[in-house]
Structure formats: structure tokens, C-alpha cells
């Protein structure tokens, strides 16, 4: 596994997954609020080119703002069966981590603030936790300011 061979510290959280319950039904199952459960997004810009961008649970992405801060025309996300093909999990059980192809990632510069984060961990229903600041050093994330309220 990519975190083992990074030596990256991390517990494992698992849950009932639910269909479209997302990082609202995540958190409340494991008593943390939506802030600290990081969503794996997958998008692709104008030429459909795939990227990964990671963002709190409880805040959207401005695509517009990314595009810019990516120098891209358009970023949109990818339909369900493209995001697969692409990072090679399941929708619901996506994971920045060991994806099929290694995709630019983007993640949201505010997630460096909090002391750890629950991000998925490659299947449904399943979250690690872990310091934010070992995506920096696994993955080197390009980090941006694209949050949105949801």
C-alpha cells in the first residue's frame, strides 16, 4: 500500500457507508465535524484531462476559482464512470492515494490548519485519519484557495 511504503502514520475508521450520504453521514459516524473529513474529487479541465481535488466536507469548490489558480481554461468535475477509469476506485471510495494514474492533485490550503484530517481510505465506508501535512509531503499537492460555504 502506497501509505505503508511512505511511511505514513495513519488509524483506520470504519463506517456504514450510505448511497449520496457523503461527509455528512461519515462524520457524524465517527463524531467529527464535516471541516475535518476531506472529500477526494475527481475533475478534468477543457481538454479532459484528470485531476484530484481535495476539499473539506462542508465547503464546495469555486471550479472557477481552480481553473484560474490552475492556469486552465474550465475545470468541471468528471462524470462518475470517467472519475473511475481514472483513479481506479469506486465512486464513494475514491482515494488521493495510489490512484490508477498519478494525477495532479490540488487540495484546498485551509486543510493544512487542522491538526488531522479523515480522508478515504479506498473503498466505501472507509476513512483514515491523518495529519494533513503528510499529503504535502506523499503527494505534493498543488494548494489553493478555492473553498466555497456550502
Do not use: W
Not at 456504514?16 to 455528512?24: D, F
Not at 481538454?47 to 489558480?69: F, Y
Not at 474550465?74 to 462524470?79: A, S
Amino acid at each position: 500500500m502506497f501509505l505503508r511504503a511512505s511511511r505514513v502514520a495513519y488509524t483506520e475508521h470504519e463506517y456504514a457507508y450510505v448511497e449520496r450520504g457523503g461527509t455528512e453521514v461519515s462524520s457524524q459516524a465517527l463524531g467529527v465535524t464535516e471541516h475535518e473529513v476531506v472529500k477526494t474529487l475527481v475533475m478534468q479541465d477543457e481538454d479532459a484531462t484528470p485531476l484530484i481535488v481535495l476539499m473539506h466536507g462542508d465547503r464546495k469548490v469555486s471550479t472557477k476559482n481552480l481553473a484560474r489558480q490552475a492556469g486552465a481554461k474550465r475545470i468541471e468535475p468528471c462524470k462518475p464512470e470517467a472519475a473511475q477509469r481514472h483513479s481506479g476506485y469506486q465512486i464513494g471510495g475514491t482515494s488521493p492515494f495510489g490512484t490508477r494514474k498519478k494525477l495532479p492533485v490540488y487540495m484546498e490550503r485551509s486543510i493544512l490548519e487542522l491538526p488531522k484530517i479523515y480522508i478515504n481510505g479506498g473503498r466505501r465506508g472507509f476513512l483514515l485519519a491523518i495529519a494533513p501535512g503528510e499529503i504535502v509531503r506523499t503527494l505534493q499537492p498543488v494548494l489553493v484557495d478555492v473553498a466555497l460555504e456550502d
